[in-house]
């Protein structure tokens, strides 16, 4: 799987937009951009994933860029239950299991 | 619904002592992951099972890790001997479908040696 590079941590102020970047500059066309989240103390639960075109959910949005080398998950008001690690993580049609990297740890600030 | 349920959630062992951990995923849910997840770390890849076949095993540290999924439900992930260097978050995770659907974690084992 070719590997992703996020920032070690970001801050934000509550109810503030945050965009977590990811860059993928070894992306193949079949990889899908996976974002997950992990909570203190509990698992990883999933945000969001797609393929080319920007997604959207309840959780949050995912813009791809044109080229696909980088990708910016978009939560668009946080609270502090938003505070976690972040994974961006590629994996293709024909993957099993996930190679999560270091993620980026976000905080949130009242 | 129910997700996937881990236990124990926390386990103290001496070294040298065999541990058991068990995960039961969700129901209906073809493939069974486990990771491990060492402090301040992203979890890393143990096994994959597809129904009770164990298909991919690549990522056991060792002979001493051992995972079981006999009747395609229940998975149990045993290591022998336990080493300090096998203290970690064990977690295990369930899809629906091996490829592209999401996978469903739980919230883990942690184990402690001594």
């Known amino acids: 799987d070719a590997k992703t590079t996020q920032p070690n941590s970001m801050e934000s102020n509550e109810e503030e937009p945050v965009h977590l970047p990811c860059n993928h500059s070894?992306?193949?066309?079949?990889?899908?951009i996976h974002w997950y989240r992990q909570l203190p103390s509990q698992g990883p639960e999933y945000v969001i994933h797609?393929?080319?075109s920007n997604v959207n959910n309840r959780m949050a949005s995912l813009a791809i860029a044109e080229d696909r080398k980088s990708s910016t998950l978009i939560l668009h008001r946080a609270t502090l239950r938003d505070a976690a690690v972040y994974y961006c993580?590629?994996?293709?049609?024909?993957?099993?299991?996930?190679?999560f990297g270091p993620g980026t740890r976000l905080s949130v600030l009242p | 619904g129910a997700g996937v349920s881990q236990s124990p959630r926390y386990k103290v062992a001496k070294r040298g002592q065999d541990v058991a951990l068990r995960c039961d995923p969700i129901?209906?849910?073809?493939?069974l992951f486990w990771y491990q997840q060492a402090l301040g770390q992203g979890p890393e890849f143990l096994t994959y099972?597809?129904?009770?076949?164990?298909?991919?095993k690549s990522g056991l540290p060792s002979d001493r890790f051992f995972a079981e999924r006999p009747e395609g439900s229940v998975s149990t992930l045993k290591i022998q001997r336990t080493q300090q260097e096998d203290s970690a978050v064990y977690l295990c995770?369930?899809?629906?479908?091996?490829?592209?659907?999401?996978?469903?974690f739980g919230p883990g084992t942690r184990l402690t040696v001594l």
């Open positions: 993580i590629l994996r293709d049609d024909y993957g099993q299991n996930f190679v």
């Open positions: 797609g393929l080319t």
């Open positions: 099972f597809q129904n009770e076949a164990q298909l991919d």
């Open positions: 070894t992306i193949s066309g079949t990889d899908y």
């Open positions: 129901s209906g849910h073809v493939s």
């Open positions: 995770a369930s899809s629906l479908d091996p490829g592209t659907d999401t996978q469903y």
